[in-house]
């Protein structure tokens, strides 16, 4: 029993691992879409505020994926 519960384990913490890069390639990602909006016109305004609470969330999400793989960084 204890070699499947190990295994899970294993398992899991892939899964966080691959859900913290996917969030921090997002991050990465939303990053440059407002630093090439911010030089936008005032009609980018609406859509560079999405993008930075996009970019939050995703933050939000990897360090929660993070705290539960022990802390360990990828970036």
Known sequence: MDDCNAERQIDAEAILRKVVA???QLDRTLDLAIDLLQNGKD????DLEALRRARE???KGAAL??????????R
Do not use: H
């Open 22 to 24: 996917d969030f921090e």
């Open 43 to 46: 009609e980018v305004r609406k």
């Open 57 to 59: 969330a995703a933050r």
């Open 65 to 74: 994926a993070r705290s539960k793989v022990g802390g360990e960084q990828t």
